[in-house]
């Protein structure tokens, strides 16, 4: 690369090494932890509103910020389905079925993490 | 002499501020093939301050322009607000430091500009929600900031250099 000196190079190999190490050990935390994961808790500005059963198929509605956000839980996986933002950043998103990826709608202040289930999880739903 | 000198930089200054600003208001409406991805175009007005004037003018161009932009927006204090300025205060800082060892091109002063922005913007994001999760997207940001930043240092180098022959 003619536009990168020996030290851009150098710290060009330190952002990805060191990035994708972050990453690995990320990945193997979060499976190691949450293995058999069921739960998705979808939270609107830090406060967490709703607990959802991610064995269940099912359609949620939440309130968010700029209006309603609408979820679906399907084969395991969760996403947001419709909601106002200016660039719809989480519902473009799609499928998630894993932990370590949350779905995050900034301008709704909303949410959603999948998790590892705890005895008597699903406070309620809303259908 | 020196007033005239004065008032000709005071006067470039501000038009980087001012054109850092447009490029933060319009960035967003860029189509990027990739969701929540800039190109961070308004960094390179940053680095021309900082090469042209220095650290403290580089940090006077980044906090006015999210500042201002915010303003204009109507985000400031808002959630948006926090994520932007503590990416700005951490890319600038570590710009800051990397400009000081006298090693780096623009163009790598660039790539840390991009990555260390996204770890600011991440971590406030982290604090905000409070969620440890969200560090999931911090590696896969900072794998996007060195094209980006690339970009952005090439075109910052280009106007340097047309800047320079202007002067």
Known sequence: ??????????????????????????????NASNSGQRVAIVSYKDQEILRIDMSIDANYVVQGTLGEVFIEVKDQSIRVEKETSPLNICSIQGWVSSSLVPITCLPNHILIVIVAPKEGDIDFEVK | MNSKANVKNMMIITMLMAMSIVFHLIEPVLPIPVPGVKLGLANILGLIALMLFGIKTMYAVNLSR?????LLRGILFGTGFWV?????????????????????????????????????????????????????????????????????GILATGALQRLRVSK
């Open chain 1, 1 to 30: 690369m003619k536009h990168l000196n020996r030290f851009d190079q150098w710290l060009v190999i330190i952002l990805i090494v060191g990035s994708t190490l972050l990453y690995g050990s990320i990945s193997w935390l979060i």
């Open chain 2, 84 to 152: 932007s300025l503590s990416g700005v205060l951490i890319s600038t800082t570590f710009v800051a430091l990397l400009y000081k060892t006298n090693k780096f091109s623009v163009v790598g002063l660039s790539i840390a500009a991009a990555a260390f922005h996204n770890v600011g913007q991440v971590l406030m994001i982290m604090l905000i929600y409070s969620s440890v999760f969200m560090i999931y997207w911090m590696p896969p940001l900072i794998w996007l900031s060195i094209p980006t930043g690339l970009l952005t």
């Open chain 2, 66 to 70: 999210v500042l201002i932009a915010s």
